[in-house]
């Protein structure tokens, strides 16, 4: 079973910039969703961006212009670069694969956005 990481996560200052990577194992060219979710304290898990094999990205509303998701398939990794973060950002962010095998997910990586 395919066991994504992630990796990245860290405290930042609220307009500071951070990148999550999420590696996994097996060919990136089986997974038709990778995709990028956040859990913040109290809160349900939410999706934030996620890119199919082809297609344009989708994202949450409350990300759109800051965050972007980037897929490298040959790397067998993904990340999701963030610009301009605000406390609300704050949360245990999870990496997603979705493919023919069934859906897996990382063990999380906190991101603490604060001054």
């Known amino acids: 079973q395919v066991q994504p990481v992630e990796s990245g996560g860290g405290w930042v200052q609220p307009g500071e910039s951070r990148r999550l990577s999420c590696a996994y194992s097996?060919?990136?060219?089986?997974?038709?969703?990778m995709g990028w979710y956040r859990q913040a304290p109290g809160k349900q898990r939410e999706l934030v961006a996620e890119?199919?094999?082809?297609?344009?990205?989708n994202y949450a509303d409350s990300v759109k212009g800051r965050f972007t998701i980037l897929r490298d398939d040959t790397k067998n990794m993904f990340a999701l670069q963030m610009n301009n973060l605000k406390p609300e950002d704050t949360a245990v962010y999870y990496c997603?694969?979705?493919?023919?095998?069934?859906?897996?997910w990382g063990q999380g990586t906190q991101v603490t956005v604060s001054s």
């Open positions: 890119r199919l094999r082809y297609g344009s990205p």
């Open positions: 997603n694969l979705k493919g023919p095998g069934g859906e897996s």
């Open positions: 097996g060919s990136g060219f089986s997974f038709y969703v």
